[in-house]
């Protein structure tokens, strides 16, 4: 048996500027309706993908934060696989098991801003975002920017300095082994992990669960933190930006979207699917 595994972003990919997903639900039904697992794989926090995951009434897990948590709902099928062991620390929680591959939000903060402090550096971030300031910068709801600063493993910045200062910070910021990922708006400081690392994890979980199926990993995505995942798919899916640019990606099997967010995520996973 063969079966797609479809591990995607959010923002700008399948949810559109306004945070709606409404132009998707067409493939995600025909998802459903084939076994094929649809996976969140974001730079949001795990309870803004935990609300998505509800309202699509999805079971599968959630990889947050870029890679550097990962949850798989205590009713998911492959959450017997979630146990602790020498190489991955699963933890128990109420509704889930998580596994975090990347630093803590809190040793991230202290060596940003013991540098901001030092050095005079011109940034913010969603630490220093009330939830009123964050839903204005972001356009989030107030209760969406409540769920957006819930960060466990990473900090996004806004920068408003030189790019010499620039190369700076993010010099000093490799140091502590903190790396500076640029995403679609934000720039995300956080541990060595990344997208691909919950894409690895993910697969690992399905292919333990269900060994008798030959999957086909499927990534979609369209900004430079969805380039790690999308080059470790089997299929990259690449979502265009809203001025028609896009990212390079280098991967064998290579599918561009004609539109952008969730109308081009909608089109390309049809036309995937029927071509099976």
Known sequence: MKKLLIITD???????????????????????KLGFPLVFNSSKTLV??????????LTTPLIAENGGIIAVPNHSEIAPLCK?????????KKDHSSLITGLSREFILRKAHQAR?????SFKGFHDWTPEELSNITSLTHEAANLAKQ??????????????????????????WIRTLRGGKFIHLMGPSDKADGLKVTT???????????????????????????????IA????????????????????????SSKGWNDSVITLLSSL
């Open 117 to 121: 402090k030092e050095h005079g550096y």
């Open 151 to 176: 960060r466990h493993v990473t900090e996004p910045i806004l920068w408003n300095d030189t790019h010499t200062n620039w190369l700076d910070f993010k010099s000093q910021m490799q140091k502590k």
């Open 84 to 92: 602790p062991t020498t190489e991955q620390a699963w933890e128990q």
């Open 48 to 57: 803004e993908c935990e609300s998505l995951a509800r309202e699509l009434e």
């Open 237 to 260: 899916i690449v979502i265009p930006h809203a001025d028609g640019t896009s990212i390079d990606v280098d991967s064998p099997h290579l599918i561009k979207a004609k539109y952008p």
């Open 204 to 234: 690992q979980l399905y292919k333990q669960q269900y060994p008798e199926i030959e999957w086909t990993i499927v990534a979609i995505g369209d900004s430079d933190n969805d380039k790690s995942m999308l080059e470790a798919a089997d």
């Open 10 to 32: 959010l923002d700008a990919s399948f949810i559109d500027e306004n945070y709606q997903y409404t132009e998707a639900i067409e493939a995600v039904n025909k998802l459903k």
